[in-house]
């Protein structure tokens, strides 16, 4: 441990650098080189590329100082992602950054790029950088933060490359697992596109197109459809369509579950943990409004529209906000699990378009949950459907629970490697073995 030192940020750094823009601001349609920003680091540590200002190369090329290098660290120094890093990776030839973020760059032969990244990164220096905020209503960073952030380190900076080098592989297998999900997930949406309009024959497999095969189509309100589906209002495949109670209650530390669309929105089930919890007087109250139970299918109707979610028999009792609607199927013509993927798919999506059209629509009400209409196959078609949308899911959900370990992976390795409680020869030995 004689081997390893506390050196203040702005010990092991040059002199902070950040930029500027042209008076009359920027855009992402101007042509000339790359000006990056505080909306270009991401809450996870990595440089998001999707909508990059740009300035002229002639008022670039006036600038003194805010010239990116590969491997530089960028920090946000205002706005609400305050603090954030994110290590820059060369993308383009020629990129400045603007007034918002710091260049943090390593002092030669004090510290390895990487290292300081990761370091950074790191919840010990996010939460010594968290106290040098200042502001409320605009919280900001100023030059002397770094003197203010202590980070440990090995002397040997040729150590601090390998503990980068672990860190980074294991950054190279989390993107792969992402880029993975997000694959599976275009796939599992252009399944469902063809489920939802092609269906399952008899002997299990997807209908031949209507352009294979007409014969096997008619047309319905929602286009066309195989024969023996029908377009069905949701007001005649549920027994009941209400939302929560349409008050705020008094909130407790313990008792019932209270859901909100937060709850829906958490994870891929409902997550009763998430919300707030409120009296049992009030639930038996709020239960005469709507009594969630399992079968019934749940539907965020404010902020996030759309998000539907299956009642189980797992989950606990409780009530719902007027956020969220509660369908309650007739079983004898609609599976539940059929009804939440209606709302994945593009019937909804046109439905909502056409409702929504000129007025902005931030609330799904309650009159257009009745009047939207699903195509419908009868129950044994609608299970082979979901079958198959169940065993994609399950692929994905593997890959989402080895993500999961692996940023664990990476928030342990993060704890060992960055404060020597695991060496790096150590570590080498226990992945060998």
Same mark, same amino acid.
């Given at each position: 441990?004689?081997?390893?030192?506390?050196?203040?940020?702005?010990?092991?750094?040059?002199?902070?650098?950040?930029?500027?823009?042209?008076?009359?601001?920027?855009?992402?349609?101007?042509? /000339?080189? #790359?000006?990056?920003? &505080?909306?270009? *680091?991401?809450?996870?540590?990595?440089?998001?590329?999707?909508?990059?200002?740009?300035?002229?190369?002639?008022?670039?090329?006036?600038?003194?100082?805010?010239?990116?290098?590969?491997?530089?660290?960028?920090?946000?120094?205002?706005?609400?992602?305050?603090?954030? +890093?994110?290590?820059?990776?060369?993308? $383009?030839?020629?990129?400045? *950054?603007?007034?918002?973020?710091?260049?943090?760059?390593?002092?030669? &032969?004090?510290?390895?790029?990487?290292?300081?990244?990761?370091?950074?990164?790191? /919840?010990?220096? !996010?939460? !010594?950088?968290?106290?040098?905020?200042?502001?409320?209503?605009?919280?900001?960073?100023?030059?002397?933060?770094?003197?203010?952030?202590?980070?440990?380190?090995?002397?040997?900076?040729?150590?601090?490359?390998?503990?980068?080098?672990?860190?980074?592989?294991?950054? +190279?297998?989390?993107?792969?697992?992402?880029?993975?999900?997000?694959?599976?997930?275009?796939?599992?949406?252009?399944?469902?596109?063809?489920?939802?309009?092609?269906?399952?024959?008899?002997?299990?497999?997807? @209908? #031949?197109?209507?352009?294979?095969?007409?014969?096997?189509?008619? @047309?319905?309100?929602?286009?066309?459809?195989?024969? /023996?589906?029908?377009?069905?209002?949701?007001?005649?495949?549920?027994?009941?369509?209400?939302?929560?109670?349409?008050?705020?209650?008094?909130?407790?530390?313990?008792?019932?579950? =209270?859901?909100? +669309?937060?709850?829906?929105?958490?994870?891929?089930?409902?997550?009763?943990?998430?919300?707030? =919890?409120?009296?049992?007087?009030?639930?038996?109250? $709020?239960?005469?409004?709507?009594?969630?139970?399992?079968?019934?299918?749940? +539907?965020?109707?404010?902020?996030?529209?759309?998000?539907?979610?299956?009642?189980?028999?797992?989950?606990?009792?409780?009530?719902?906000?007027?956020?969220?609607?509660?369908?309650?199927?007739?079983?004898?013509?609609?599976?539940?699990?059929?009804?939440?993927? $209606?709302?994945?798919? @593009?019937?909804?999506?046109?439905?909502?378009?056409?409702?929504?059209?000129?007025?902005?629509?931030?609330?799904?009400?309650?009159?257009?949950?009745?009047?939207?209409?699903?195509?419908?196959?009868?129950?044994?078609?609608?299970?082979?459907?979901?079958?198959?949308?169940?065993?994609?899911?399950?692929?994905?959900?593997?890959?989402?629970?080895?993500?999961?370990?692996?940023?664990?992976?990476?928030?342990?390795?993060? !704890?060992?490697?960055?404060? /020597?409680?695991?060496?790096?020869?150590?570590?080498?030995?226990?992945?060998?073995?």
């Amino acid at each position: 441990m004689s081997d390893w030192i506390e050196r203040s940020l702005a010990q092991l750094i040059s002199p902070l650098e950040t930029g500027k823009r042209p008076a009359g601001g920027v855009s992402a349609d101007t042509e /000339g080189v #790359p000006s990056i920003g &505080g909306e270009n *680091i991401d809450a996870a540590g990595k440089m998001s590329y999707s909508n990059v200002n740009r300035i002229s190369p002639a008022y670039a090329h006036l600038m003194k100082k805010g010239k990116l290098k590969s491997g530089d660290t960028l920090i946000n120094k205002d706005g609400a992602q305050t603090g954030k +890093v994110a290590q820059y990776d060369g993308q $383009f030839a020629d990129a400045w *950054i603007n007034e918002h973020v710091f260049i943090v760059r390593p002092d030669p &032969g004090k510290i390895d790029a990487g290292y300081l990244f990761y370091s950074m990164l790191d /919840g010990r220096a !996010q939460n !010594q950088i968290a106290r040098r905020i200042t502001g409320s209503a605009q919280p900001g960073l100023n030059s002397d933060f770094a003197k203010a952030v202590t980070l440990r380190l090995p002397r040997d900076i040729k150590l601090q490359a390998k503990i980068a080098d672990i860190l980074r592989l294991l950054d +190279v297998q989390i993107e792969a697992t992402e880029a993975l999900i997000t694959k599976q997930e275009r796939v599992r949406a252009g399944l469902m596109q063809d489920l939802f309009t092609r269906g399952i024959d008899e002997h299990g497999q997807l @209908r #031949p197109s209507r352009d294979e095969a007409p014969q096997l189509y008619n @047309r319905t309100d929602l286009g066309w459809l195989p024969l /023996g589906w029908e377009a069905a209002r949701l007001v005649n495949l549920t027994s009941r369509i209400v939302d929560g109670v349409h008050h705020t209650p008094t909130y407790v530390p313990h008792g019932v579950p =209270f859901v909100t +669309v937060k709850s829906l929105t958490a994870g891929r089930g409902i997550d009763t943990r998430q919300g707030n =919890f409120i009296t049992l007087s009030d639930h038996h109250v $709020f239960q005469m409004r709507a009594d969630p139970r399992a079968g019934d299918v749940l +539907v965020s109707k404010d902020g996030t529209l759309g998000v539907a979610r299956y009642v189980d028999e797992t989950v606990e009792e409780f009530s719902i906000f007027v956020s969220v609607a509660m369908l309650r199927p007739i079983t004898s013509l609609l599976n539940p699990a059929f009804l939440c993927e $209606f709302f994945r798919t @593009r019937f909804y999506e046109a439905q909502m378009g056409y409702l929504s059209a000129g007025s902005g629509l931030k609330h799904i009400h309650l009159e257009h949950f009745r009047k939207f209409v699903l195509p419908r196959p009868d129950l044994s078609e609608q299970a082979k459907i979901l079958s198959i949308l169940d065993a994609a899911d399950q692929s994905i959900v593997r890959l989402e629970d080895m993500l999961r370990k692996l940023r664990l992976q990476k928030a342990g390795l993060l !704890q060992d490697l960055l404060t /020597g409680e695991v060496s790096v020869p150590s570590l080498l030995e226990s992945a060998a073995a």
